[in-house]
């Protein structure tokens, strides 16, 4: 039985890939450095992640798959389900062993079926963390949004935050899996915080980094939120197979209604900004 480990990267997983076809040996178990294997009798392999093999085995991969295919690859790696190793490494033998493209079609196969379900769920979640995200701006002008989704797939959304929110710096941070992307004006990193505000778990900045006109702006959605809504219309079933419940304590419009330094109708609001009527 022989049981492989790597770093938990994707390179190092497609490495593992390039190594046991190298090797000629057919792990029956991968998982990430420190990860124990089910039988006392396995042989053990730490992978070490090589760029040049990973990037031959994805190089081989986007010659015989669609690019929807591939992306549903890397999809798998991220989907982070207990046995999404050894199903990715099903299906890239499967890949290889076709001796033409097109294999992610046959859906006579289980690993393709399992593949496809899980591009489909990740996609899923990736448009709700679209959908869902509500930034709030600290003193320093930072817009920080914090996430818990289902799956890993920060990386993913990246790109529309990118696109759509590029002349502000923000900071989106899964409290899941502690690390966060940072857009700085000109790039995104990865980054990690040490010691996470124990607010920020539960959705919401401590107030005290928060700007003074960032609770009135919360309330305010809150308020255009409960005007919006039209309770003749009202289908709870529909609202939550749209807005699951386990996202509300990250959405403005779900939260207890913010306590602003004053009340409202007393304060002075930002420029642009136009007062509701009851």
Same mark, same amino acid.
């Given at each position: ?49 090589? *760029?040049?093999? $990973?990037?031959? #085995?994805? =190089?081989?991969? /986007?010659?015989?798959?669609? %690019?929807?295919?591939? +992306? ?32 992610? *079609?046959?859906? $006579?196969?289980? #690993?393709? =079926?399992?593949? /496809?379900?899980?591009?489909? %769920?990740?996609?899923? +979640? ?153």
């Amino acid at each position: 039985m022989h049981f492989y480990t790597y770093d938990g990267s994707f390179e190092g997983l497609l490495t593992v890939v390039f190594e046991a076809y190298e090797r000629k040996e057919w792990p029956d178990q991968i998982g990430k450095a420190g990860e124990v294997p089910a039988g006392i009798f396995a042989t053990h392999h730490f992978i070490p992640t090589q *760029e040049a093999k $990973a990037k031959r #085995v994805w =190089q081989g991969l /986007a010659k015989k798959l669609s %690019q929807a295919a591939l +992306e549903n690859v890397y999809k798998t790696y991220l989907w982070e389900q207990p046995g999404c190793e050894m199903l990715l490494f099903r299906f890239v033998r499967l890949v290889f062993a076709s001796p033409q493209s097109g294999i992610e *079609e046959n859906f $006579a196969e289980p #690993v393709v =079926q399992k593949i /496809a379900a899980i591009g489909k %769920q990740m996609f899923r +979640e990736k448009h709700r963390m679209e959908a869902f995200i509500r930034f709030q701006r600290t003193q320093d002008g930072l817009f920080v949004a914090p996430i818990n989704p289902d799956f890993n797939v920060l990386p993913l959304i990246v790109g529309h935050f990118e696109k759509r929110y590029a002349d502000q710096p923000w900071l989106i941070y899964d409290v899941r899996r502690a690390y966060g992307a940072y857009y700085d004006l000109e790039q995104v990193q990865l980054v990690s915080i040490e010691e996470l505000p124990k607010s920020l778990k539960k959705g919401q900045l401590p107030i005290e980094l928060l700007t003074e006109v960032e609770p009135l702006y919360q309330q305010l959605w809150q308020v255009y939120f409960d005007h919006v809504n039209i309770p003749e219309r009202k289908n709870r079933k529909l609202h939550l197979r749209h807005m699951p419940k386990r996202y509300w304590k990250y959405l403005t419009e779900k939260k207890p209604r913010v306590q602003a330094h004053q009340p409202i109708q007393n304060k002075q609001l930002p420029t642009g900004a136009h007062r509701l009527q009851p």
